[in-house]
Each structure stands twice: as structure tokens, then as C-alpha cells.
């Protein structure tokens, strides 16, 4: 089975910290996304990679970076949290290639910024 | 400019009676459609997905969705749910390698 560890479930910081959120794929896929999930809004893309090194703006990426300096990992980076960065961050992975290649998620980071 | 809109955000019904979950999409390409599910404190996990070919998928745990591409919808249904059905299933749009997602659907089975 395909594998989306996330380092950290539950993570509270303040504000103005900067704040590492860890993802680490285990099927040697070249895709890897950070979403943002809010209540009533779903999820929104903030940053994607698809490949080492490479990386896109999503939807969202304003107050974000991101750095992929392994094929297997995907960093999401908070430069300076502020509260309205408090959310679950999900991150996923898939295969390159065909468009239509299934998405694979980790179970979440609720991060709370204080 | 690609969309996609859920018609409900929370859908509750009885233990062994049908639901279906709407979603409809906007989107000037072609698209592939998917449905997932979120149980409780967990990631998403794929139902299902629309890539070509049969309008008709089946997916896990009973559930299936039908692609109308006049309609633009891609309704999700389930003839008898159970109370471990409960979560949130969220609709998504595919292209160029990434999902664009709905604002999801609350399911709340009860006996």
C-alpha cells in the first residue's frame, strides 16, 4: 500500500514562528501536493512538485514555500505563522505521468497558531 | 476557469436507506472525475473515479457514481447505507495532475 507519512498530527505554535510540516512518500512517486482543508471550503491547493528540486504555486501559496531536495520528501514551510494559518495541512502524493493517476493522501497535521 | 460545486453540505440519513451526494463541475477540457472519502480524523481515501469509457463506476464499500457530461454532474449514490458511512465526501476535478476539490458533503448516518 501506498504510504503518506506526515511528521507531526497536532502541532500549536505562535505567532510569528517559523514552522516546518514534514511529508514523506514510500512509492517513489514523482508528484507531491500540500493542501489546506477548511470547513466549508473543502481543500485548496497551496504548493506541488513534480519532481526534485521542482516546485508550482497553487491556489493559495501566499504566506507559504515549500522545499522537495529528496524525491520522497515534500516540505511545507510557514515562513511567519499568523492565526489565520491555523488549519489541517494534507499532504499527498502520486504518480507522474498520466493525468488521471489516483492521489494519495497522508492523514493530516492540524496545526494551531497562537 | 475550472469548478466544482457540492449542493449540500450536510446530507443526514437513516441506517439501510439510499443517499446520493450531488456534484456538479465546470471546466472548459477535458476532466477526470473523482469522489473521496474522509472519515474522522483521518486523511481522504479514493471511493472512485471517472477517467473514460463506462458513464456508470462502481467503487469501494457499495458506492457508485454516474458521469453526465450534458448535465455536467457527477452525482455519488449508495442504495443502503450503514453507520460507518458517516464522513465527509468531498468531489474533485483532475487536470494537469492535480485535484481541484468541493467544499465536501457531511454525512450523518443515524439508526
Known amino acids: 500500500d501506498v504510504k503518506v507519512t506526515q511528521s507531526s498530527r497536532y502541532l500549536v505554535k505562535r505567532t510569528g514562528e517559523k514552522v516546518f510540516l514534514e511529508c514523506v512518500q514510500d512509492?517513489?512517486?514523482?508528484?507531491m501536493f500540500w493542501y489546506r482543508q477548511d470547513p466549508g471550503l473543502g481543500l485548496r491547493l497551496i504548493y506541488f512538485?513534480?519532481?526534485?528540486?521542482?516546485?508550482e504555486k497553487g491556489d493559495i501559496p501566499e504566506g507559504y514555500s515549500v522545499s522537495r531536495e529528496k524525491k520522497e520528501r515534500f516540505s511545507l514551510i510557514l515562513e511567519s505563522a499568523s492565526t489565520n494559518q491555523t488549519s489541517m495541512y494534507l499532504c499527498a502524493s502520486s504518480p507522474g505521468g498520466l493525468a488521471g493517476n489516483t492521489i494519495y493522501f497522508g492523514e493530516g497535521s492540524w496545526l494551531t497558531v497562537v | 476557469a475550472q469548478s466544482v460545486t457540492q449542493l449540500d453540505s450536510q446530507v443526514p440519513v437513516f441506517e439501510e436507506a439510499p443517499v446520493e451526494l450531488r456534484c456538479n463541475y465546470s471546466?472548459?477540457?477535458?476532466?477526470?472525475l473523482f469522489w473521496y472519502v474522509q472519515y474522522p480524523n483521518q486523511g481522504l481515501q479514493l471511493l472512485l473515479k471517472?477517467?473514460?469509457?463506462?458513464?456508470l463506476v462502481k467503487g469501494i464499500n457499495g458506492f457508485e457514481a454516474e458521469f453526465n457530461k450534458s448535465q455536467t454532474s457527477f452525482h455519488l449514490r449508495k442504495p443502503s447505507v450503514h453507520i460507518s458511512d458517516t464522513a465527509e465526501y468531498f468531489c474533485?476535478?483532475?487536470?494537469?495532475?492535480?485535484?481541484?476539490f468541493g467544499a465536501g458533503t457531511q454525512v450523518v448516518v443515524t439508526p
Open positions: 471517472y477517467l473514460s469509457g463506462s458513464t
Open positions: 474533485a476535478l483532475g487536470s494537469w495532475g492535480k485535484l481541484q
Open positions: 512538485s513534480y519532481d526534485v528540486k521542482m516546485k
Open positions: 512509492m517513489d512517486h514523482e508528484n
Open positions: 471546466s472548459s477540457v477535458s476532466v477526470y
